[in-house]
């Protein structure tokens, strides 16, 4: 039993090395000089700006928090939640909007040092500030999912157990709390990305249209007021929400994988080890990325003085090969361990995911790079204007999706087969969960290359704003472009186990329903009601997307108008501007945007659960997820093509030539899809899973009352 | 008996009454005036380019002919295909091809007529030559329509009870046939639609962008030589693609109802009633078509000298409702008569069914005209550059989809429910089809609104080239608006029907499938196979988007590197420009850009089938339906939203300020996405079951052999 008591602790003892490291970073570039006067002040106003946002939207997710627990305490009232799903609820959504603080205090704290040292030191200095502090947030979002997950679980392992109750039963309502508990990782996700994702674009939108192409003014440009809610947006959106949403993914998949665990393993000895094992996968992955990003700060470290962007470019991209590797390595003795090497083919479907979430990041990079030809090809048609340079974006976008949803159909059939072998689906969906456990397991990682890009992107922005030599901003600007390849890989990956993710979460909606002895035919072809599930599923995605985009564009409408008329003053020297009002602005814009769909959420799948049946939810889950899947690929790739279509004429030299123009109308179009619609869909799929596994009973109960056609 | 043979006569007699009306109409239409020499010359410009485009499409679409004819009988030969199925595919796809011509040859000699008409005459003379005109080609499709189906119908009838053979097996062949004679059709209507709408969008985006954008020229300025193209593309896609389209979709729904009303009906007298059913509709539809045509022509030919254009959008609107109400009217009788009055059922589902589409219709004009916010905010948002009219243009195109797809879902479960009040679910699917026929049963008459359209726009080409004084080409431009309302409507329900039809079509294969007591669960959770087939399914829509919108871009690259040669001499004095280039290049541009779509269509069931099994096959019909309806009409409606906001913008005297450009950048976007790869989704869902159903017993064969797991 001592070896159940260590399994239990290992993700407490990641946790708290993650959390030490995080710490010890964090001071690392607390001890960096935060430049000029000048930069200290923009720095300040940024972060101002930003935590001024997380504030407001803190209050909004408040009130959708006691809404929701008030609904939640009348169902635990009725008999269809049980309590501890209440506090549950409450650290999932608390814990996500905590790393969303830490995370962009971070990011604000070391912006301005990075562009003083890309000032005063060197490109490999300010690589080493920049990637310090986004290892400080990647190792913050690790602590907190381990910690989270294994909180849970032991506590409510004591709880259900204590006075010797049986093991099955006990566990049963262990692993039915925790998936109730990352609803509320997925809802604050939620606020976060969707919100953050709105305020962002609308203030790059609205103050890149104005400056740039209305009153001629360089990107960050110092007279431009609604800069510094472009750099607010990057912390928010790109940071804040960021982590958020693969906090989410994460705590999703390992739960996920508990639930399917206990489903494969009920009547097995080993039906604990089973729920524990995804968390054990979760800590490798933690510590695989501290070896990585070890390695590669001593690599940065002794190449200081002169490292150019290729080496540094090759440094980030070992480091993800180095934690992928050492995620496989120890995946092999998790599984001979913890279950045995009679489950082995439990490693294979966790080499599989690994695998596949890698291939799926490498044809994002195909797809978004200007390597490749299909960005080459968009920069290229920027020679017959505007409309052809989007439309080859949106070509080649949807053509994006072949081949990670094939690689997706690989890995779950795959996974299910291998380990199906003893003709048991159960264990075939247990291997699904645990590859995309495998897959995520890289997230630390991952966020932490994913949050070095916007430490880059403001550090450029405080070097124009504080009119620095353009020798400083092509410093930050190369920084920047140090960590796309990994990110655009990393990106990938994450949209990868979303589907994976979401799949495991809709089996365990499906099984959920089972174990209530519900009778759920799926057959679309018999029952019109299943059909019509998936119908309004496929539906969602493209709902939401015109939802989410369509609150950028009246949003950054709004800038326009207010940035017209600051800048017409501040070039007139009548004032200095008033770079708040954006922010006050973009904030009401954005939390006003994710009303509507915040309470859709909730009511689609209640809604489809009373008229369509239980069947039909499954099918809603289905049909979002499928739809979702081809959305979030479609948007993100192609907003990065034209945004890289666009980078590649500006490195080319050719800014301001007709074709640059055309190219920026294309990145225009492509952010909102890339970086506020794509984003959500996968937070989309899995809250409209979750939320149909809170709902179960209560729905099961209602539609046999209601209906009973 | 005598009272089977009426019915079985009737669709022939509808027939003959169509062909006499547009024989009747075209040679009223051939006795105008074909106007001046240079409008003639114009106009036979365009008709020998649209014949040469045909020639070209029909030798290609005989290459796949052959190809195609010999694999079906290596099938019939191994006894997977029975051999009637050769000629049924034959005459399919030739009737597809003839009507094509006759459309193409109908509208391009009355353009001319119609400019002349409109400078000599008044709007009223010139709207009664091309509605004439238009009511030739409508009637025409229904003379085709019910002559081909009624025609196969007999034939196999007789064919397969002959010698007394036992009625209800003799049937299973003759609706198996029936279904099989589909593919022909549909495989036209992709050659016809699709390779129409690559050739116009190619053209068009291509003159625009070098003659209006370039070199500052008018729309159909008579010195850019891309026009002609231009005007050619608008008869070869819009009119010859357009016809094919529909045909296809029609017959498509009437055999899949009689193949669903075989299988309601085996053990039923009434079972060859059953199967007739769906053409007497059809020919009620014919028929309803004809007096609205009429009631239209006499208000037209009375207020001919001074109709304005809000008089007569009124009463193309009000043909629409007389078809509509005609058909709720006839199909009443039709079921009580030709089943009895205890089947009223399917005639509230027939009533279901044409209300819903209309109900589709309405909705595409709130999205898509100018007079509703949709379009009128994206106007709006022409202020603030091109990008946020695309971004807009995008998001209401996805919100689009939302009411159309409940009115769908809805249709399809009262249609089910309602018809499944005996608890058959049989009963329930037949009467889903019904629906569907009833819902196109107004296709002649919405085929003769929607050819009148680029005819119209046609002779507003004319007017231009033939620099005729502005108040010509402005009636010509009042033309092209009178149609646009009840055009608008008529695409809708167009769009609506087909998903009802394809839903039809998968039932049958499905049907055919469980006749071959192959067993096929379709339980997308407890088998990842079916999950990868709607996989496969939701993600094919996007992929032949990317291949069509990305052959549109290429084939446009080229026709803008020519026409900046010839615009420069030609302005130069140089030469008089070749137009006869333009349609080389594009026509062999939209050849080539079919070519692989098309391999794929056949291919892929195949595949499917073969690694996925017959279950997977059916998870990619639905697959594919579910996301290429949401595409089509998130597509349709994008571009049809952006369309208009240029409109607007021009009709309020704003052309070439900047909001303009902006908004002109948002149609060429639009374009492609409406005019070519949105309407090839309605084709592509429906040939992928048609495909499936041909190929079925051989791949329920191949894969019981191949795998077994």
Redo the contacts between chains.
Sequence with gaps: MSGLLLMRIIPFIGSFICLILAIIFASLVRKKSRGTTRMKEISDAIFAGSRAYLNQQARMMGIFFVVLEILFGVMVYFGYLEWPSLPAFATGMGFSLIIGYIGMWISTTSNSRVTFAAKEKSLGEAMNIAFTAASASGLLLGTVALFDTAFWFNILYWYYGRGGADTVSSMGSVVNILITFTIGASFAAFFMRTGGGIFTKAAD?GAD?VGK?ESGLEEDDYRNPATIADNVGDNVGDVGGMKADSLESWVGAIIAAEFLGFLAFRSSPLLINSIIMPMIIATAGALASILAIFIIKSIVGRYRENATVSMLTITTLAGLFITVAAIIVMSFFTVKTILGPQYNFLFYASLGGVLAGFLIGLFTLLYTDARYRPTRNISE?AK?????V???G??????S??LP??T??GV??FS??ISNGSSD?KM?LYG?AVAAVAMLAVTPFAITIDVYGPIADNAGGIASMTEQPPAVRKTTDKLDAVGNTTAAIGKGLLIGSAAITA?AL??SY?SKIELLKVDV??????D??I??G???G??LP??F???L??A??NA??KV?VEARKQIKDILANKSKGDPRAFITIVTRAAQRGIILPGIMIFVIPVVVGILLGPGGV?ALI??TL??GF?QAI?MANSGGALDNAKKKIEEEGRAGTPEHSAS??GD??GD?LKDTAGPSMNILIKLISVVSIETAVLIADLYGKLFH?
Tied chains: 1, 2.
Excluded: C, H, W
Aim: net charge neutral; glycine share 10%; charged share 5%.
């Design positions: 939108m249209y192409v048609s017959t204007g505007p409309a052809t989007v439309v080859n949106l070509a080649y976008g949807m053509e999706t072949l949803a094939l997706v159909i779950m059939l299910f087969f689906p075939g699904v799949l809709g089996q499906f035919a799926l057959d679309f072809m018999r019109p009601k059909l019509a998936l119908f309004i496929v539906i493209f709902l997307t015109s939802l985009i369509g950028v564009g950054a409408n326009v499954v289905i049909g499928l739809s081809a479609f920026v109308v225009t179009v909102p056609f």
